[in-house]
């Protein structure tokens, strides 16, 4: 452990040896949640030192910022002016933000001196000091160095933002006067921005309408060319004086009608009413082939006054998909599988499966997977031989039918048993189980995103304890299998007057969702919340020199910006005056050395800002009769007026700060940096006077929340953390032109 300048390693000021503590407290440093040695250090003399001034004026300097070694980097952090009253940790930490604790932190409160992963400063003369903490020098003074990391502890930097911080011991836990934070970057990381009140760049659905128009919807497709939404339907059951049988083809921007076939041939050839089971393919141009009841096949495209089709021999149609031909399409009857001439209805092909009901065909790797839920078996069907090339067991054995669905980019089959989806590779090894509160329904695969879309429904009877009468949307990496979006509730949409469906646009950005029980189809729309492409960087200018400040967010919708100024050392922030564009310029003045700045992006999905960053005036140069400065303006609300009547010599060029990113596809709030230099010149002949440059930064002082902890142990359990951490791109200070 660093000592006290002056002092022996774990000796007081004033050289209060206390030898016996060390054995006294050893079985409280065994309670406590020690740091974990990180890798290879790197020295503490890399990247830029940083300045931060706490809310009663004590100062903390971290050695090292930018660029920071991911796999363990030493930093030298020292701090000023904290009193003689109250302990503090000094560690790296996820930041919060303001007036929130910063917590969890890496390495937890490490009082061993040990791994030096944080560090516990106390008042001299505390009960712990010398054993497991460090006194505090003259003046509330500390200097030591602790070892960083990316990831550790429950802590990743990668995904949230993180600062090297210092907050009040577990004896004053919600005290938030000693709450100083400095944020850091590890090499690599991107300007993410910090979210607000959800992580930047998270993805989510909402509801944008609902359509009412298609009666009892059973089957969902998005056509890939006409972009027609095709409707399989059946009468609602409180609707009976209408009949709402057929395939609807809706607009799907607004849901009208924009076609209804409602009839179909019979097992005589005659047209009958009838309602439209399952939906197989589409068909070139505009048009769908489908399945009615009970052994009806038959194929129609909007406008059409009616279908065209066959009536086949046999059982009940289970299922139905695409051919191996453009004229075929494969037919399940129980645990027969055909492939049939659409137009006259004749099997080509036969086989027969020990059971089953449901399929899904894989045309891009000729394999179909025959699901038998009853028996618990998947079988995969060699479709250019029609022999059952493999079987294989459902974990689980016999469950509740729920789906069998292949994923074209990468054929695996996901089938939907009860509340779990079973996800099998191609060649038929389970990889993957996804458990669900509600029953899985459907699935459906966006190729452009490489995202799998799960419908779960509510089982419906609310006198069992697991029912809640709503479903669920959940969307997951096609391969990675992590969660692609937040979760959204389907109110009111349950099993029990039939399963739900989805169908999803090409890139994912509108979902459709059938509720049969409510006899409407669900539109959802994609948001994203704001995530930064392009942040600020600290800036340093002359008197009366023109800057600016440049940043960019992506979201959908496309965010709108707001910029803010800290006068208090990010202690309290307010909005600059009109200041609604992605640069803001204005003329610096003396008067707003060491303001900090940052900008704000909202959209409907949440709210993201960007690191602050630190303005430092220093005084213009000019020559002796170069005219003398004006008065004390202050332009902290970026209207950049100017105090006073003198004019400034030297440059009158622009100073810019904005860090390079790339543009966002989706909705990009952006603007030009500004440029360097100008046509300034110097007013006078006399000598120039050198240029001082002093980076200091306001730090995150907070309010003080929380209660108060009692013991050590729940000190380094508090510190540590624990729960599930939010997707959060790590914030970066990027270089701006100067």
Not at 6 to 19: E, F, V, Y
Not at 377 to 395: N, Q
Not at 699 to 714: F, H, N
């Amino acid at each position: 452990m660093t000592s006290t300048p002056g002092t022996a390693p774990g000796t007081p000021p004033g050289g209060r040896s206390r030898p016996g503590r060390r054995a006294a407290t050893a079985a409280v440093a065994a309670l406590l949640l020690a740091g974990v040695p990180v890798g290879a250090a790197v020295g503490a003399d890399a990247g830029t030192p940083r300045t931060a001034t706490g809310p009663q004026g004590q100062k903390l300097t971290v050695s090292a910022t930018a660029g920071l070694a991911p796999a363990g980097q030493k930093v030298r952090v020292r701090g000023e002016d904290y009193g003689l009253t109250t302990g503090v940790y000094v560690a790296l930490c996820k930041d919060n933000g303001d007036h929130r604790v910063p917590s969890p932190c890496l390495g937890g409160a490490d009082m061993s001196g040990g791994s030096k992963t944080s560090q516990w400063i106390v008042p001299p003369g505390d009960p712990y000091e010398g054993g497991l903490a460090q006194a505090f020098g003259p003046g509330g003074t500390f200097d030591v160095e602790i070892e960083i990391a990316e990831k550790g502890d429950g802590l990743d930097c990668a995904e949230v933002a993180c600062s090297v911080v210092t907050r009040a011991d577990h004896r004053a836990a919600g005290d938030r006067r000693q709450d100083v934070r400095i944020p850091v970057a590890f090499a690599g990381r991107e300007p993410g921005g910090e979210g607000v009140d959800v992580p930047a760049g998270t993805v989510s659905y909402k509801a944008a309408a609902d359509f009412t128009t298609a009666g009892k919807p059973l089957d969902l497709l998005l056509h890939p060319d006409s972009k027609k939404l095709y409707v399989g339907a059946d009468n609602l059951p409180d609707t009976a004086d209408a009949d709402e049988r057929g395939l609807h083809v809706l607009n799907p921007e607004d849901g009208t009608s924009e076609s209804w076939i409602s009839q179909a041939p019979g097992s005589t050839g005659a047209l009958r009413p009838s309602a439209a089971a399952r939906i197989a393919g589409p068909l070139p141009g505009d048009g769908v082939v489908y399945h009615y009841p009970l052994r009806g096949v038959g194929s129609a495209e909007s406008g059409d006054k009616a279908a065209s089709g066959v009536w086949l021999a046999g059982s009940t149609i289970t299922d139905i998909a695409p051919g191996t031909t453009p004229d075929t399409a494969l037919v399940a009857q129980g645990a027969t599988l055909s492939e049939i001439e659409r137009a006259t209805g004749t099997a080509t092909r036969t086989l027969t499966l020990p059971g089953g009901t449901r399929f899904a065909a894989d045309p891009e790797r000729g394999a179909l997977w025959y699901t038998d839920f009853a028996a618990g078996k998947l079988h995969r069907v060699d479709l250019a031989s029609f022999t059952v090339g493999g079987s294989f067991d459902l974990p689980g054995g016999p469950g509740m039918a729920g789906f069998t669905a292949t994923d074209p980019a990468t054929g695996a089959v996901w089938v939907g048993v009860d509340r779990s989806v079973l996800v099998f590779d191609a060649a038929g090894t389970l990889v993957k189980t996804l458990v669900g509160k509600d029953l899985a329904r459907d699935a459906a695969f966006d190729t452009a995103s490489g995202r799998a879309y799960v419908v779960w429904q509510d089982g419906g009877d609310l006198s069992d304890p697991a029912n809640d009468n709503n479903g669920t949307l959940t969307v997951y990496g096609s391969e990675d299998f992590a969660a692609a979006a937040q979760d959204l509730p389907l109110p009111g949409n349950h099993s029990q007057a039939g399963a739900a469906s989805l169908a999803v646009e090409p890139g994912g950005a509108t979902v459709f969702v059938t509720s049969p029980a409510e006899g409407k189809i669900t539109k959802l729309v994609r948001q994203v919340s704001p995530l930064v492409s392009r942040a600020p960087a600290d800036l340093t200018a002359k008197e009366g020199e023109e800057v600016a400040l440049t940043a960019e967010a992506e979201g959908a919708p496309e965010p709108a910006v707001r910029w803010q100024v800290s006068t208090d050392g990010s202690q309290t922030w307010k909005d600059v005056e009109d200041a609604t564009e992605p640069t803001l310029t204005f003329t610096a003045r003396t008067a707003q050395d060491g303001y900090r700045y940052r900008a704000e992006f909202r959209n409907d999905a949440g709210t993201t800002r960007t690191a602050a960053v630190t303005l430092t005036v220093t005084a213009a140069t000019g020559g002796d009769s170069g005219g003398a400065t004006g008065g004390g303006g202050d332009t902290s609300n970026g209207s950049g007026s100017t105090g006073g009547d003198g004019s400034t010599g030297g440059d009158s060029g622009t100073r810019a700060s904005g860090g390079s990113g790339d543009s966002g596809s989706t909705g990009t709030a952006r603007g030009s940096s500004g440029t360097v230099g100008g046509s300034g010149s110097t007013v006078g002949g006399g000598l120039t006077g050198g240029t001082g440059t002093a980076s200091t930064s306001g730090g995150g002082g907070l309010a003080a929340t929380g209660a108060p902890m009692t013991s050590v142990t729940l000190a380094a359990a508090a510190l540590v953390g624990a729960g599930a951490l939010v997707h959060r791109r790590a914030r970066r200070r990027t270089e701006g032109a100067l």
